[in-house]
């Protein structure tokens, strides 16, 4: 099974800070990771796609970078409404996909 | 719009069944659908999909031959089969729908909440 592992696990951050949650897969998955954000009590929100693929309607401040099996979720410029949990999933395989355990990010 | 409402939790006691179902609207029903499931407090797991034309499905392990999902695309519909529960199955089971272009899950319902306990 491929792992999935999320750092830090948790930050605080001033309004208008960059942020940047990193996603590490334990084998190759090509560009197949994606990030969602929740917040409490809903359900979660695709933010990005194949890696750096922006879905429509999420703000231009959310981008998607990959390194090897290493990839990082930026947030340019921290908003109120950004607080949430944030999420990496694999879908590698059609056999069966993880999620990171998540990064909690607040405003200090 | 994009629409995905599940219906069926509730409070089942260890070894019991339940049958969650999740209508979707808004879109062709021609998608690969996904359960994924979350303990409360925790983070998110994926627990089965199913392909449109149900010729594929797979699980995670800790599901295997307990769980079994299916679809009727007459009505929209995915359900969850979930029989010999266990108190660590506890969790608010999101239906969702994969992606255009590959199985990350673009839209999610609203979730509902499975609880097992004597």
């Known amino acids: 099974d491929i792992q999935m592992t999320q750092s830090p696990s948790s930050l605080s951050a001033s309004v208008g800070d960059r942020i940047t949650i990193t996603c590490r897969a334990s084998?190759?998955?090509?560009?197949?990771l994606a990030w969602f954000q929740q917040e409490p009590g809903k359900a979660p929100k695709l933010l990005i796609y194949?890696?750096?693929t922006l879905q429509s309607g999420v703000p231009s401040r959310f981008s998607g970078r990959r390194s090897g099996t290493d990839f990082t979720l930026t947030i340019s410029s921290l908003q109120p409404e950004d607080v949430a949990t944030y999420y990496c999933?694999?879908?590698?395989?059609?056999?069966?996909?993880?999620f990171g355990p998540g990064t909690k990010v607040d405003i200090k | 719009e994009v629409q995905l409402v599940e219906s069926g939790g509730g409070l089942v006691q260890p070894g019991g069944s339940l049958r969650l179902s999740c209508v979707a609207s808004?879109?062709?029903?021609?998608?690969?659908m996904s359960w994924v499931r979350q303990a409360p407090g925790k983070g998110l797991e994926w627990v089965a999909n199913?392909?449109?034309?149900?010729?594929?499905?797979y699980y995670v392990d800790s599901v295997a031959g307990r769980f079994t999902i299916s679809r009727d695309n007459a009505k929209k519909s995915v359900f969850l089969q979930m029989n010999s529960l266990r108190v660590e199955d506890t969790a608010v089971y999101y239906c969702?729908?994969?992606?255009?272009?590959?199985?990350?899950?673009?839209?999610w319902g609203q979730g509902t909440l499975v609880t097992v306990s004597s």
């Open positions: 969702a729908r994969a992606g255009d272009y590959g199985h990350y899950f673009d839209s």
């Open positions: 808004g879109f062709s029903f021609t998608y690969w």
């Open positions: 199913i392909k449109q034309d149900e010729s594929e499905k």
């Open positions: 084998q190759d998955i090509a560009n197949y």
């Open positions: 194949d890696a750096s």
């Open positions: 999933q694999n879908y590698y395989s059609a056999l069966g996909f993880t």
